[in-house]
């Protein structure tokens, strides 16, 4: 039964709704068709074998609950978003881009400039404060995504590459 109401959220987080309509649809039928007929299953033989008592209504539900207010995080923590990908592949804190004009998280507002390209819709581009440093522009910066940032062109591998990455 807690396994209907996580699909939808890890849906969501990985944008199988925008990318694949049709697909999304499905997966989501059959899983939860899956999980209901399992948890119909599960609890036929533990009520027919041990009988209805309130002490395994009461774990059920627990795990129910358990299942889902977990769901959303982990979803959200395999499919982040563009700023929780740089933040932790290139800018983050002990990552190459982490003591450069190109740091995230906390230096963002003071170092850098994030932009998204609207034309591509999978581009970012960090743009450093300072007019000297050059911008970089990341491929596979999309919502849910789950490659890792590459980067766009010569320039921004050229940075990359002087810093490690």
């Known amino acids: 039964m807690a396994g209907i109401l996580a699909v939808p959220s890890v849906a969501i987080d990985s944008q199988l709704f925008h990318d694949h309509r049709p ?7 059959v899983s939860a068709l899956a999980m209901a007929l399992a948890g119909y299953g599960i609890s036929r033989l533990v009520f027919s074998r041990y009988g209805v008592k309130w002490s395994y209504i009461g774990m059920v539900t627990a795990v129910i609950v358990a299942v889902v ?11 982040p978003d563009q700023m929780r990908r740089y933040d932790r592949e290139l ?3 002990g990552r190459c881009l982490g003591d450069t004009p190109y740091a995230s998280r906390d230096a963002f ?5 994030v932009t998204y390209d609207d034309s591509r819709g999978d581009r970012m581009v960090v743009t450093p404060l300072d007019p000297a440093v050059p911008a970089i522009t990341l491929s596979h910066a999309k919502r849910g995504g789950v490659h890792h940032l590459t980067p766009a062109d010569d320039q921004t591998r050229k940075v990359l590459m002087s810093h490690g990455c």
Do not use: E
Request: glycine share 12%; charged share 0%.
């Open 69 to 79: 207010v977990g769901v959303p995080q982990v979803s959200a923590y395999v499919f």
């Open 109 to 113: 507002p003071s170092t850098s400039q």
């Open 91 to 93: 800018g983050g804190a």
């Open 23 to 29: 697909v999304a649809f499905a997966v989501i039928s």
